[in-house]
């Protein structure tokens, strides 16, 4: 326990570091917008701009968003007949990949010079950027938050209300179905359990893996954490497997989620089946490897606490896999992972994914937490 | 979680594996340098 509260200890003084730095200035972004500006006056939080002869330019409004990372900050200037001037991303914990591809996007093209009027802020009518969808979610729902403040203030036109509904559809419904099935294969044990864990894998590849690319990744816990909460109506099945694998782990004591969910795990299995071999290390060098994970995975997440820019502690090559983006690294891990598990099973589950270490931290912090229950003594399955 | 040794198992594959694992865990303090340092 003392290793667990020196390690607690030094990631809330990394955390409580990162979140004393200073807000960023935004007159930078406001002159990139109108650049003949020489003046500025704020006003509740509508920054009014004049050119050097004193004529009114327009306005420009801030606003955070939740993107993958962690809060997004963009201005928004609008000029006097009401057409957006310019967008800028001020501040962001994107990946920078994906930040790029969002930044390129046609969508901000499109904006930039249209009536704020015939803007579309709905993400469903937005075309996303494949792989980086909680990146544009988040620069239009800004984008929408600053437009209408303006709107509001400054033309008296109120933006209709955006849609407010959860985004339940065929993603949400496996996740849910996977866990379901999970724990019934967990307690059917023999060869249902094994038919039923490849059945769910497959799927947990196909779908979550494949066609929405969103397996659980280290960025989005450390977001989690840090306070950066992603939008629940669009974000349900991200906060579904987090639940699910929190929980599962926690109160039922398997994990669920890396058994039978997660597709880099499939991913693993079935490149297995056709190496056919399973060779094992010695119990020293996986009690070393497993070391050297928790140590890589407790420096990605302080990194990523001092900096505040949790996308940057993400380094699992499961975009590279599944919405075939990477860096030169990213994609030369997936070919060691992959390769690797002709001969080993499952070596990244075993040896390097960060979830593991999560997991190992919770299974502790379950039975400690039994332990102080009333009896004082573990529990059995229900 | 622990893998046990067979004796036989472990043999000079053993070891390219172990190497393999160490390789991913450069590549990954590689890619997080790559990340914090020459991310923005």
């Given at each position: 326990m003392a290793i667990y509260l020196v390690v607690f200890i030094a990631l809330a003084a990394a955390l409580a570091y990162g979140k004393t730095r200073a807000a960023p200035d935004l007159t930078p972004a406001i002159e990139k917008i109108f650049?003949?500006?020489?003046t500025l006056e704020p006003a509740g939080g509508i920054y009014s701009v004049f050119d050097d002869a004193g004529e009114s330019l327009g306005w420009a409004a801030s606003a955070k968003a939740t993107g993958y990372g962690g809060p997004l900050l963009l201005v928004v200037g609008i000029d006097r007949e009401g057409e957006i001037a310019g967008v800028e991303v001020v501040e962001h914990r994107e990946t920078p990949i994906f930040f790029r591809m969002v930044r390129s996007d046609a969508y901000l093209e499109e904006v930039v010079g249209s009536d704020f009027q015939e803007v579309e802020y709905d993400y469903e009518n937005v075309v996303g950027v494949t792989g980086a969808t909680r990146t544009s979610d988040a620069i239009v729902a800004g984008l929408r938050s600053a437009v209408t403040e303006v709107a509001g203030e400054k033309f008296d036109v109120r933006l209709p209300a955006p849609p407010r509904s959860f985004e339940f559809g065929l993603l949400e419904i496996v996740v849910l179905a996977l866990f379901t099935a999970g724990i019934a294969a967990n307690r059917a044990g023999g060869s249902v359990r094994r038919w039923m864990r490849w059945a769910c894998q497959l799927t947990g590849l196909l779908?979550?893996?494949?066609?929405?690319?969103?397996p659980i990744s280290l960025a989005k816990i450390t977001s989690l954490i840090s306070g950066?909460?992603?939008?629940l109506y669009s974000n349900l099945a991200f906060y579904l497997l987090i639940v699910g694998f929190v929980a599962t782990t926690l109160?039922?004591?398997?994990?669920i989620y890396c058994l039978y969910v997660c597709p880099f795990g499939a991913a693993q299995r079935c490149v297995g089946v056709i190496g056919g071999m399973n060779l094992k290390l010695s119990a020293l060098a996986g009690r070393f490897l497993e070391t050297a994970r928790n140590v890589v995975v407790f420096a990605a997440i302080f990194a990523a606490f001092i900096t505040l820019q949790?996308?940057?502690?993400s380094y699992e090559p499961f975009a590279a896999l599944?919405?075939?983006?990477?860096s030169t690294l990213q994609w030369l891990l997936l070919f060691v992972a992959l390769t690797l598990s002709l001969v080993v099973r499952t070596p990244w589950c075993s040896f390097l994914c960060p979830m593991r270490s999560i997991e190992i931290v919770l299974r502790n912090l379950g039975v400690w937490g039994r332990g102080l229950l009333p009896g004082g003594t573990e529990r059995t399955h229900e | 979680m622990s893998r046990q040794s067979s004796g036989a198992d472990f043999g000079w594959r053993g070891w390219l594996v172990l190497l393999a694992l160490a390789v991913a865990n450069v590549l990954i303090i590689a890619i997080l340098y790559q990340s914090f340092y020459l991310g923005e």
């Open positions: 650049p003949a500006a020489t779908v979550i893996g494949f066609w929405a690319a969103s950066y909460f992603p939008d109160l039922y004591r398997r994990n949790p996308a940057l502690a599944f919405a075939l983006t990477g | -």
